[in-house]
Structures are given as C-alpha cells and as structure tokens.
C-alpha cells in the first residue's frame, strides 16, 4: 500500500486527497445543508443563482483547504524535513585566524598523528580544546594532553570521551553529550567542531551532533609539505607552519 501511495506522487496524492475530503463532506454536509439553503424564497432567480454559486464556491474552497491539510497530514515526514533541511551557503569560506569564535575547538585525535590538533591550538589560539578519542588513539591522546603546558593559554577538557571509531550512532550521542557539557560552561556561537581528523564514521557522527545542536564545523584542507618515509608527500598539516593549513566552515552558525 505504501508503494502504491508513493507511485502516485505530489498530484497524484493530492487529487486522492481531495477526492476524499470531497465525497466525505458531500454525505456530512452538502447532502443535508444544501437543499435547504438552496430552495429559500429570494428575490428574482439571479440572486437565488448568485447566492447558490456564493455557497457551492466557499464549499469548494473549504474542501480544498481540508484536502491541503489531509495531504499535509499524511506528508508531515516530508513537510518537516524540508523546513529543516540546511543548504549549507557557506560551505567552504575561510575562517578567519583573528576572529574570536574558536574560544573552545572539539575534535577527535587520530591514531596517526596529532598535527592538527595542534595547528589549530597553535594558530587558532582557543581557550580551550575538547577531545575525543579510540582506543586506538589513546596513545596519542595521552601524549597530546601531557604537553598543555607547552600551548600557552590553551587547556585540554577535562572529560574528554572515548569513543568507538566506527559506531556512527554512539559517536554521535556521546559528541552531542560533550557539546551539551560545553554549551552549559561556554557560548554555543564561540565553539567549533573540527571534522579534520578520525575516521569517516567519526567525523559523521561528530557532524551530526554539530548539526543537531547548530554548533559551526570547520575543516582545515593540508597544504604543506615535507618528508615521510623518504619520500616528499604534499597536502599536509604541519603544527609549526602556520601557511601549510586553510580551514575552511562546513557550516557556520
């Protein structure tokens, strides 16, 4: 049934609809009211006519806008999926080095490395920097968070969260537990969730909780270079080299 309902699409659903509400009123309403306003005494035959057109025309209306609000009723999904869905017009703007929006950055460490983390501490200068992290990654987490001392003006959260990196669903609603924490301690318009490192279902759920909780989400796109395993490799993050990244919003707020 349901597959014959979307076959039939926008018009076809709204034709249906109004044909419903159509035949269901005719039998409450019309075959009982009509008859009697119909045949009063009026007049001259033009203005009984003008006054039959009068009622067949608010009835008309009336059934077509009982048929809106049937069809909007059965489309609610639909209906409130599109007043939320986000066009993302900013996608892919700069973010500026001197604004004050990144008093506190979130973002998950990698098992690989921790650059751009601290590219971000390091240009970005943010009060304060929530992390999550894998078991995989803890290493590096532990070896980050025990040089706070060296990132003058910047400290780690202190109940940072370990995460499973390939559970989209728990990543999501233990990030959004940790923005919830932030939100209640700092301005939800100063926070910023960096999508740059982790894995994909990390930065998905990670992303999702951002958006859910409309907090901006930056990427910074790697334009260094330098040497790995003998080789030149380019598109890098490099923590001291301030030109070697370009963060860019995915969504501000």
């Known amino acids: 049934m349901k597959n014959i309902w979307e076959k039939l699409g926008n018009a076809g659903q709204f034709v249906l609809a109004f044909f419903v509400v159509l035949v269901t009123s005719y ?43 049937f069809l909007g009723w059965l489309k609610k999904d639909s209906i409130r999926n599109w007043f939320r869905k986000n066009t993302f017009e900013n996608t ?66 202190e109940n940072n969260k370990l995460i499973d990196a390939f559970n989209t669903k728990e990543i999501k609603e233990t990030a959004k ?36 909780m409309q907090i901006s989400t930056t990427y910074v796109i790697g334009k260094g270079t330098k040497e790995e395993n003998g080789k030149t490799v ?3 993050l490099i923590s001291s080299d301030k030109n070697s990244g370009n963060p860019i919003f995915i969504n501000e707020y």
């Open 27 to 69: 039998f409450l309403v019309l075959k009982i009211k009509l008859p009697e306003v119909f045949f009063f005494d009026t007049e001259t035959p033009e203005l009984k006519l003008i006054d039959a057109l009068g009622i067949i025309t608010g009835y008309l209306a009336q059934v077509l806008t009982l048929s809106l609000a």
């Open 177 to 212: 537990d940790l923005l919830e924490e932030l939100v209640s301690k700092f301005p939800k318009d100063k926070i910023i969730v960096d999508l740059t490192s982790g894995t994909v279902p990390i930065s998905v759920g990670l992303f999702q909780a951002a958006e859910e």
């Open 92 to 157: 892919g703007e700069e973010f500026n080095f001197n604004t004050d929006k990144a008093e506190v950055v979130v973002s998950a460490v990698s098992s690989g490395n921790t650059d751009q983390i601290q590219w971000m501490i390091n240009f970005l200068k943010p009060k304060a920097v929530a992390l999550l992290y894998t078991e995989q990654s803890k290493v590096k987490f532990d070896e980050l968070t025990k040089k706070e001392k060296e990132f003058e003006g910047t400290v780690f959260y």
């Open 234 to 236: 380019t598109g890098r």
